[in-house]
Structure formats: structure tokens, C-alpha cells
């Protein structure tokens, strides 16, 4: 009880509750895009790709600037994105293939950078290492500023082309025989997609932020069949296990938020594949053994 009153008081959890709620909401419902068009792995290649643009950001800026950084991780993941395409599309390597080594290209590159950049004076000032795994507790005002300005033009976006993106998803060669621009809207969803990992490399990390967006949506997608309410779902399951993960490292020691988080957002999953009607383990379980019941 005392947690729950301190969100209203206490600047620190508030900042990093309302950050990681941020990140899940938007994260969620873009997830729900990257899973349903089976790109939930391009999001983890992309997660680690921008951590060399976060590096490549400090080492011509010197400066930490939030939104400076957040500029160089969104080129970076980008630019992997595009590259993963254009491999699979210009060549007969096959899109898993093309994942496994852009993603091991730019990490490698980005540790590389980071370890050069250990050797300038103000690297320690500027903490790049916390953008491994997360570092929520330093939140600041300016860094939910900065997230809810990348975040809301995304999901805007996202209602304005709700019918394109809805039906990009589930049926891509009838879009493209409506005449709609497929590619252009893939490479649209593909950026927004990017912009949901670069708010959250400072919450959870680059090596956590693919849960952030499979998580979410895997878990709603137990519970309906229907895409709006899927994409509602995943936001408040990922806007839930952000407040959660909050309060878990808020009274746990030594407990990360970041990784707390994703439990949550673990935990959320498992529910929702055991108990979730019609698609659920349990459900299924009494549905073969009725079938076999009225079979004897």
C-alpha cells in the first residue's frame, strides 16, 4: 500500500513508472503488427542493431542528450532493417540467415565502439553501457518528454492508417491488388516499429526490448480473434507490466526494472497460453477430452 501511495509522491518512481507504462503502451501495440506479419525476430535484430548508432550519437555530439541518442539508435535500427530487406530480396539468402548476421554485425560493432570510446574522458559521465540491459532508474522528466514525442506521432500513425496497416497484416497480396503502396506502407510500419525500440533502449535495453514488443502482443493474441482488441489488450498488458515491474524493483533490492518488467510481461504470457478461452492449454485439454468422451 505505502508502494502504490509513493507513485503520487516519490518523483523517482513516478518518472519510472510512467516511462515503462509509455514504453509498453507503445511497444504493445506495435508489437502487435511485427507478430502478426511474423517479424517479431526482425524487432530483436533491429533492438541490437541501434546500439552502435547510440555510440556513433556520443562519439560526434559528445554530448548524452536523450533525444540526440535516440536519433543515432532509430538511424542505426533503420538502416539494419533496410539491410535485412535488402539481402533477402537481392539475394538467395534466406530472411533468418540475414537476421542472424546483421544482428551480430552492428552488436559487434556497437561493443567495438563502446569499448573505443571508454578511452575519452567523459565515456564514464556518459553511462552508454546502461543501454545493454536498461537503466530505468535514471528517468528523468526530459526522457518522458522525449519518449512521448517519438511515441504519439507512432500511434497516431497507427489509427490513421488503421485499415492499411490491418490489412497489410493479414492479407499483403490483396492489399497490393487494390492498387495500395505495400512496400511504402511495410517500410512505414517497419520505421514506427523502430521508433517503439529506440524510446525503450533506456528502460530495458537493447538485449531485453524484443520482449517488450513480442510479449505484449503474444499474450493478447490468446484472447481474441479481432485486431482492435488485440492492439487495446497488448497496450494495457504492457502499460500494466510497466507499473508493475516499477513497484517490483521499487520495494525488491537490488531487483532491475528493466528485467522486472519483462517477468511481468512473462508472467502476463504464461497466464494467458494456460487459462485464455478457446486458444488456452486448459482449454484445449477439456476440449480434446470431451471430443474423445462423445467419440466413446
Known sequence: MEVLLALGTDYTL???????????????????????RRQ???????????LPGIALAFWLTGERDPLVLLIGATVAAWLAAL??????RASRIKEDSALAMTLAVFFGFGLVLLSALQKRPDAAQ????????????????????VMAL?????????????KQFKLLSFDPEYAASLGMPTGALGLLLTTLIVIAIAIGLQTVGVVLMSAMLVAPAAAAR???NRLSTMVLLAAAFGAGAGVAGALISATARGVSTGPAVVLCLTAIT????VFAPERGL??????SRRLIASAE
Open 150 to 162: 517519438l511515441g504519439a506521432p507512432a500511434l497516431l500513425c497507427v489509427s490513421l492508417l488503421w
Open 40 to 50: 517479431a525476430l526482425l524487432g530483436d535484430a533491429m533492438s541490437h542493431a541501434a
Open 270 to 273: 504464461l497466464v494467458s497460453l
Open 14 to 36: 513516478r518518472t519510472v513508472a510512467l516511462g515503462a507504462a509509455l514504453l509498453g503502451m507503445v511497444s504493445g501495440v506495435l508489437g502487435c503488427f511485427a507478430v502478426l
Open 282 to 287: 486448459l482449454w484445449s485439454m477439456w476440449r
Open 222 to 224: 490468446q484472447w481474441t
Open 83 to 88: 539491410l535485412i530487406l535488402g539481402i533477402t
Open 126 to 145: 556518459a553511462g552508454l553501457k546502461t543501454f545493454l540491459f536498461g537503466q530505468a532508474a535514471a528517468l528523468v522528466e526530459r526522457d518522458l518528454v
